[in-house]
């Protein structure tokens, strides 16, 4: 089946930005997702980005595609604490609508 | 974006027993879709609900076990059978927002976490 990978933990300081980093397989994927989870709570949709889109910025957040090798991340800009979560990336592939989802990324905002 | 509503939120549960979690969305949706995450771990699909058929399972989750309605374009439901400690999870419920099924806004619903002893 296809595969999504992400990196477990990302540490950085309040106001530095953050990189999370993820790499699927599928060649088919029709959108990609970055979903936010904070303790104990759903999964909030962050952000999402059309398979023959490279960019997509929404105020804090940069979402980059990189379709050729198959890697996506995302960019927050200063980073605060509240930023502490989860970070769930996931792909949508050709008709069936489903998602794959990664491991998550626990970002952790140190003061 | 979509307000989706999951009953309960948490439930503590006895093993061998039932429990049927509801999604209600404030708007007709074509597609839904039921997720679990164990405890720990990242989701994985249990199926598609789908109006007027029966849902479509994926590798590893049967009807029997996870018996699922879908009534009409706004509401579903998941039934966790004969549950047992290995049942202990968060189940989500989500929808792809959008007049057709070809737009990519997916949100999901704020889970419904159980606990089974």
């Known amino acids: 089946g296809e595969d999504v990978e992400q990196s477990l933990f990302l540490s950085v300081r309040e106001g530095d930005s953050s990189v999370i980093n993820c790499t699927y397989t599928d060649s088919s994927s029709t959108y990609l997702y970055w979903y936010k989870q904070e303790p104990g709570a759903g999964l909030q949709l962050l952000t999402y980005i059309f398979s023959n889109m490279d960019m997509k910025q929404d105020q804090r957040l940069t979402v980059l595609l990189n379709k050729k090798d198959k890697h996506l991340s995302l960019r927050i800009a200063d980073t605060q604490t509240g930023d502490s979560a989860i970070y769930f990336c996931a792909e949508m592939g050709g008709s069936a609508r489903q998602l794959t989802f990664g491991s998550g990324t626990q970002l952790t905002v140190l003061p | 974006s979509a307000v989706i509503s999951q009953k309960p939120s948490r439930d503590i549960c006895q093993r061998g027993t039932s429990l049927t979690i509801q999604c209600q969305v404030d708007?007709?949706?074509?597609?839904m879709f039921w997720y679990r995450q164990q405890p720990g771990q990242s989701l994985t699909l249990i199926a598609t609900a789908n109006q007027g058929s029966e849902a479509t399972y994926e590798s590893g989750f049967v009807i029997d076990k996870f018996p699922i309605s879908r009534p009409n374009l706004t509401f579903s439901t998941l039934t966790v059978s004969n549950m047992s400690p290995e049942d202990s999870s968060i189940y989500l419920c989500?929808?792809?927002?959008?007049?057709?099924?070809?737009?990519?806004?997916?949100?999901f619903g704020e889970g419904s976490r159980l606990t089974v002893l």
């Open positions: 989500s929808v792809i927002v959008g007049k057709t099924a070809n737009t990519g806004e997916l949100f």
């Open positions: 708007s007709q949706v074509t597609m």
